[in-house]
């Protein structure tokens, strides 16, 4: 699942908040840095900093153009497909999941 630009900025500006020290209880803070980076039930934490750290990318699988729709059809690794009436170089992103498009 992508992480959008606001959920991300929003988890920043809670781990920036003024907090007690974290030696204090270090099993209340783990607890609640899981929460506020919005850590899923059975998630893992470190996978879950490193999809708020990076954004997902993927690949373009295939082009395939369609004369009747003068369009592209995009496949990207990600999964989904994408119509284009404009330039495949132009696609930088996934507009269903917001994975970036490396090419």
Do not use: W
Request: charged share 35%.
């Amino acid at each position: 699942m992508m992480i959008s630009d606001k959920e991300r900025r929003n988890i920043v500006r809670k781990l920036r908040e003024p907090k007690d020290s974290l030696l204090a209880y270090p099993d209340d803070e783990l607890i609640r840095l899981r929460s506020e980076v919005r850590c899923r039930y059975k998630q893992d934490l470190y996978e879950r900093l490193a999809d708020l750290i990076e954004h997902q990318t993927c690949t373009i699988e295939s082009i395939i153009f369609h004369d009747e729709y003068d369009a592209y059809e995009v496949e990207l690794s990600c999964g989904h497909s994408i119509i284009t009436t404009g330039s495949v170089e132009d696609l930088a992103f996934c507009q269903y999941c917001g994975a970036k498009v490396i090419k």
